[in-house]
C-alpha cells in the first residue's frame, strides 16, 4: 500500500473534474507489500479517473502516456527515475503536465 | 588701469586657443578609453552595481551580443522591453503578423495606434524609443526551413517566442545545427513553461525532451485556448531574466542543469522548476548519429507539416455545409422558425455572444450523448430524426465534427454546418453581435 498526490498540469485537469490535485492510495493485486509502479498507477489513472472513456486518448496514447505529456515524479522527469518501472514510496508526488504551445 | 599691450593680448589669446585644443583632446583620449558612451554608463549603472552582473564587463557582453527573438507576441513582447532595456547591443525581431484588437491585452509593446501594423516594425519603434542604443533588426517573414539559417547565422542566441510545435521544432533543430543557446518558452490561459535548450551546444534540444510530436488535436492555440495576459507576460519576463544570465555566463557548462519552469497563475501562483533529462543521444537532431542536418533541413528533406501533422476539419461534404450568407437570407431573414441551431461553443464562449434562438450543447457534451436521442431530448424538446437542425460554432471545426455526430449517431437526416462558423457570419452578415 501507497500512498501519493497525483497532480495534472497545462491543462490536463480538465478530463479530471478540473481537479488539478488528487491524494491516491494505491494497493497491487490486493496486498499490503507489493510494490506499486508509475506503471501501474498509469492504469489506474485510465481505469478509475477519467470520467469521460472518450477523454482517455487525451492521456494515453499506444498504451503510455501521450507524446506532449511530461511525467514527472517528485518534480524530476520520469526518464532520470526509471519511466514505468518506478517504484511509488509514501509521499511521493507523481505530475503529469501537458506541453504548452502558445505564445 | 595698466595698458596691456597688444603683444601680451595677443599671446594671451593664443594660450587660451591652446589650453582649449589640450583639454579637448584630453577629454577625447579619455572617452576613447573608455568601452561605452558617458551617456551609456548612466543608463545601465543601476543594473552594473549588482555584482552578480561582473559590472562593466556584464554590460559590454550584453552591448557585444546579438539576441533574434522570434515572434513579438505574448512572451516577445515583454521579453524584447527587458532585453532592450538592459542594453543588448543587436536584436533582430521575426514576425510576419500584425497588429490585432485582440492582441493588446497582452501584447502590450504594441498599442492602440499600431493597429494594422507588422508586429516587428512596431517593435522597433517602441524599442528606438525605449533605449536609442540598440541596433534594431527586422524579418517580416514567417519562419520556415528556407529561410531559417540564414536569419540565425547573425545572432548568438534565440528566443523561442512562437506558437506551434512546427515552428518550435524548427527554431531548435536550426540552433542544433548552428551551436546556438535557445531560450524557449510557451503558455497557455494561465500558465507557463520556460526552459534552456542546446545550451552551449552540449544541452538537451527540443527533441530530446519531446522525440515525438503532440498528435494535432491536442495541440491549443491562445486564439482558442485563450490566455491571461500577465500571466504569459510574466513568462517573457522570465525568458529576458535567462537571457541575460546566459550572456553574463552565469550558467557554465560546470553548473548548468537541464530543467524546464512552470509556472501557474491559478489559484495560487506557483512556479516550479522540473529537473529534466539531458542530452539524448539517440536524438535525431542533436544525438551521436544525428538525421536532421543542415542540408536535410535546408533541402526541405526533413517534412515538419507532416512530422506534426494537422487537424483534419473536412468532415463535411459540400451538400452537408451552408454559407453564413444562406443562413441570413434563408433562414434569419425568413424568419424561418422550424429549424433548430445548436451552437456548439463552451458556454463561457456562448455566454459572450449568441443568437437568441440557439440552444447551447458544447461539443464536448455532444459527443458524452453517445448518440441517444432521449438525451438529447433534454436540451432540445422538440428534436426528432425529422428535424432541420443547423450547427455553428466559433469557426466552424467543432460544428463539423458535431454534424458528423448528428447525422452518423443520432441519425438525424437534415443537419447543416455554417462554414466558417458565428465570427464569419458576424463578419459578413450582421456586425451587431460582439466578436471576441
Ligand atoms: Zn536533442
Known amino acids: ?103 | 588701469m595698466v595698458e596691456v599691450s597688444a603683444e601680451v593680448l595677443a599671446e594671451l589669446e593664443l594660450l587660451k586657443k591652446e589650453n582649449a585644443k589640450l583639454r579637448s583632446q584630453l577629454d577625447s583620449q579619455k572617452s576613447d578609453k573608455l568601452p561605452m558612451s558617458l551617456q551609456e554608463f548612466q543608463r545601465y549603472g543601476r543594473q552594473m552595481i549588482v555584482e552578480e552582473t561582473s559590472g562593466i564587463e556584464g554590460q559590454l557582453k550584453l552591448k557585444n551580443s546579438k539576441v533574434l527573438v522570434i515572434g513579438a507576441g505574448g512572451l516577445g513582447c515583454p521579453a524584447l522591453l527587458y532585453l532592450a532595456g538592459a542594453g543588448i547591443g543587436t536584436i533582430g525581431i521575426v514576425d510576419n503578423d500584425t497588429v490585432d484588437n485582440s492582441n493588446l491585452h497582452r501584447q502590450v509593446l504594441h498599442d492602440s495606434s499600431k493597429v494594422g501594423m507588422l508586429k516587428c516594425e512596431s517593435a522597433r519603434q517602441r524599442i528606438n524609443l525605449l533605449n536609442p542604443h540598440v541596433n534594431v533588426k527586422t524579418y517580416p517573414v514567417r519562419l520556415d526551413y528556407s529561410n531559417a539559417f540564414t536569419i540565425f547565422e547573425n545572432y548568438d542566441y534565440v528566443l523561442d517566442c512562437t506558437d506551434t510545435p512546427i515552428t518550435r521544432y524548427l527554431v531548435s533543430d536550426v540552433a542544433v545545427n548552428l551551436g546556438m543557446t535557445v531560450i524557449s518558452a510557451s503558455g497557455l490561459g494561465s500558465e507557463g513553461q520556460l526552459s534552456i535548450l542546446n545550451f552551449k551546444n552540449e544541452g538537451p534540444c527540443y527533441r530530446c525532451f519531446y522525440p515525438t510530436p503532440p498528435p494535432p488535436n491536442s495541440v491549443s492555440s491562445c486564439q482558442e485556448g485563450g490566455v491571461i495576459g500577465p500571466c504569459i507576460g510574466l513568462v517573457g519576463t522570465m525568458m529576458a531574466v535567462e537571457t541575460l544570465k546566459v550572456i553574463y555566463d552565469i550558467y557554465t557548462l560546470e553548473n548548468f542543469k537541464p530543467f524546464l519552469m512552470m509556472y501557474s497563475g491559478f489559484p495560487n501562483q506557483t512556479l516550479r522548476t522540473f529537473k529534466m533529462r539531458g542530452r539524448q543521444n539517440n536524438c535525431e537532431c542533436c544525438g551521436l548519429d544525428p538525421k536532421i542536418t543542415r542540408a536535410a533541413i535546408e533541402s526541405g528533406l526533413v517534412n515538419y507539416f507532416e512530422f506534426c501533422g494537422s487537424r483534419n476539419y473536412n468532415l463535411c461534404t459540400d451538400e452537408e455545409r451552408i454559407s453564413s450568407e444562406i443562413y441570413k437570407t434563408e433562414f434569419i431573414d425568413c424568419n424561418e422558425k422550424d429549424h433548430i441551431l445548436i451552437d456548439v461553443r463552451p458556454r463561457h464562449h456562448f455566454n459572450i455572444s449568441h443568437f437568441n434562438h440557439a440552444i447551447n450543447i458544447p461539443v464536448k457534451e455532444l459527443k458524452g450523448m453517445k448518440g441517444s436521442l432521449d438525451i438529447l431530448k433534454e436540451s432540445v424538446p422538440n428534436v426528432s430524426q425529422d428535424s432541420k437542425v443547423i450547427v455553428l460554432c466559433r469557426y466552424g471545426n467543432d460544428s463539423q465534427i458535431a454534424t458528423r455526430l448528428l447525422k452518423d449517431e443520432f441519425k438525424i437526416n437534415d443537419v447543416k454546418d455554417v462554414k466558417g462558423g458565428f465570427f464569419k457570419y458576424i463578419d459578413e452578415e450582421d456586425h451587431s453581435y460582439p466578436k471576441y
Do not use: C
Open chain 1, 1 to 103: 500500500m501507497v500512498n501519493v498526490k497525483v497532480e495534472f498540469l497545462g491543462g490536463l485537469d480538465a478530463i479530471f473534474k478540473k481537479q488539478r490535485v488528487h491524494k491516491l492510495t494505491l494497493k497491487k493485486n490486493n496486498s499490503d507489500d507489493e510494490p506499486v509502479t508509475v506503471g501501474d498507477l498509469i492504469d489506474y489513472i485510465v481505469e478509475n479517473m477519467i470520467e469521460d472513456k472518450n477523454d482517455v486518448e487525451v492521456f494515453l496514447q499506444n498504451g503510455t502516456v501521450r507524446a506532449g505529456i511530461l511525467t514527472l515524479i517528485n518534480d524530476t522527469d520520469w526518464e532520470l527515475e526509471g519511466e514505468k518501472e518506478y517504484e511509488l514510496e509514501d509521499g511521493d508526488i507523481i505530475s503529469f503536465t501537458s506541453t504548452l504551445h502558445g505564445g
